[in-house]
């Protein structure tokens, strides 16, 4: 066995620290799924000393002694030496407080550790306002100062939403197995998938949207131990969308939930209550944030009533009324259509516009042509521009069978235009009755055709109403939504001492 070369310390410290092992066969490119990590195939390291050739040559004749030097040379080597020797051990000191305080590397959109970091997590993004109050909502954070990223699945989710988001500025996290069903084997991987995404991410915050993402994205939040967890639920699923049993179960699961969780944003009072009333949660996780519409920016955008009505094909003096959402059974558009015939017989000149897109769109056609009110129906499809098509209508009715707060009320109301909602969810909260606009009990299209009656017959109340809906819908505005979550995370962030 060849014996190991004997170490010089001295000369070790004049030549600084040692060399790190040279790695031969090393191959460096772009990894197929992230062009910014560099990966390496067929690494061979080489610990200790690496033989090049003529080295040992040259470092006997290095070593070999001078006799031709003079000797009151050797004090001023001595000191150059020593200075040698104070710059070797600064710089190696200076390495190991470095690394001492490196943090372990995020991933590539959360790496500033002066911001809050925050992961937002929704099963699909659709054309509604769940999907818009979520993306508005993660942009705002970040013109406040936080680091967000939006955890998806893209599989389920409209593509021209995703590129909206994307264009916008969010940064999106595709979650693939994240689905809207209930199945076991893809709840356990989308479960797996999200640990995995937070010990990614490391974020400071977790926020869930929605009920399906919002049970499994905070179990993976328990089970990654983050500090901080909010739920959206943007709405509710306690009525107007299944039978009893599966409510049920949804409903007990909510109940387990909101214990692995901080805070619980629901839209209006409203929706707190209803929460409290069925043993989801306690009252001071509760806080109320409205899903901010930009009103002024609608307004702006909105063309005058008899432009937007030439753009649809709706004559200048009918008196038309406007539903606006997804082709689903809880926005209650079937009973809209049934309202139709009595709405007609009252008022000849009425027409309904139903702005959007969904399932029961055919059946919803299918209805009108049996009512003998076929002619009267508009379906618009999906919309890019929701004022171009609101601008066009005298009413704006919303007949859900649940309504976490009622959006399109909202932004119908901002431009002036009277709302009729059913009184269920967070509807009661945006319409006062009689002041902005008219309460009608769900499920009943006997009374909300009375009400459409009477207000296409009397137009200086239809003004009156709409006056004072413009002022009313400044209370969901965007600038008050973005204030109370601001509010609420500065909040949180001082609870849980997080930087």
Known sequence: ??????????????????????????????SAHRPDVLREDQAAPLGGRVALPRRHDDLRARRAPRRDRDPRELPRAGRRLEDHRDSARNARDGRQDARAHRRPPASAALRDSALIRVLHLITRLTVGGSSENTVATVLALGHAGYACALGVSFRESDPAVLEDARRRGCRLVDVASLGR????????????????????????????????????????????????VIHQPHGHVFYGYWGPR?????????RWA??????????????????????????????????GVPTARLRAAAPPRPVARARLGIPPATYLVAGLGRLVPVKGF???????????????????LLV?????????????EVLGVADRLHVTGVVTDVAASL??????????????????LVEAMALGIPAVGAAVGGIPAVIVDGECGRLVPPEDPAALARVLVELGRDEPLREKLGQAAIGRAEAFSTAVADARMRAVYEALVREKELS
Not at 195 to 203: D, K, T, Y
Not at 395 to 405: D, H
Request: net charge positive; glycine share 8%.
């Open 356 to 368: 959007g897109d969904g399932p029961e769109r055919a059946a919803l056609e299918r209805r009108a």
């Open 181 to 228: 069903e209930v199945a076991l084997v893809s709840d356990t991987a989308a479960l797996y998938r999200l640990v995995r995404l937070v010990a990614a991410e490391r974020p400071q915050i977790v926020h869930t949207h929605t009920a399906k993402a919002g049970f499994i994205g905070r179990l993976a939040a328990r089970i990654a131990r983050v500090p901080a």
């Open 1 to 30: 066995m060849v014996p190991a070369p004997r170490k010089h310390p001295r000369r070790q410290a004049a030549r600084g620290p040692p060399r790190r092992p040279l790695a031969l066969g090393l191959r460096l490119h772009p």
């Open 258 to 291: 909101a214990r692995w969780c901080d805070r619980i944003v629901t839209l209006t009072e409203r929706g707190t209550e209803e929460h409290l009333a069925r043993g989801v949660g306690r009252r001071a996780q509760f806080v109320a944030v409205p899903s």
């Open 391 to 408: 601008a066009a209508a005298d009413v704006v009715a919303a007949p859900s069978r649940n309504e976490g707060m009622g959006r399109a």
């Open 334 to 352: 079937d009973l809209l259509v049934e309202a139709m015939p009595r709405v007609v017989a009252g008022v000849p000149s009425a027409r309904l």
């Open 246 to 254: 599966r409510t049920a179960v949804y409903t007990a699961l909510e």
